[in-house]
């Protein structure tokens, strides 16, 4: 299991940028593919963002590529989602995620471990 915590979450206007963070515990990290999922109000669950164990890998969803970039920091068990050119759409709880995987992955079923996840609010 890799306790997952997020934070950088918070309320932002239309175009602007938020950083997210997202520590994990443990010295199994580097081992696993990581994924940023969303969640707004009355919808389901949606992939955002994987890289796989090393960072050489990712994958995006379509509605958030090239305004997101998903990276790592396996030295600081940590991996980050930047996220610019934000739209009100963007609102959602952002959830980080480790997947039972080295390689990207952009299915929830393939995570095992979940973070509390972290508000992002984005005000037009």
């Known amino acids: 299991q890799v306790p997952l915590v997020e934070s950088g979450g918070g309320l932002v206007q239309a175009g602007g940028s938020l950083k997210l963070s997202c520590a994990a515990s443990g010295r199994t990290f580097r081992r696993y593919a990581m994924g940023w999922f969303r969640q707004a109000p009355g919808k389901e669950r949606e992939f955002v963002a994987s890289?796989?164990?090393?960072?050489?890998?990712?994958a995006y969803a379509d509605s958030v590529k090239g305004r997101f970039t998903i990276s790592r920091d396996n030295a600081k068990n940590t991996v980050y989602l930047q996220m610019n050119s934000l739209k009100p759409e963007d609102t959602a709880v952002y959830y980080c995620a480790a997947s039972d995987t080295i390689l990207v992955v952009t299915t929830p079923e393939k995570y095992k471990d979940w973070g509390q996840g972290t508000q992002v609010t984005v005000s037009s």
């Open positions: 890289i796989s164990w090393s960072g050489g890998s990712t």
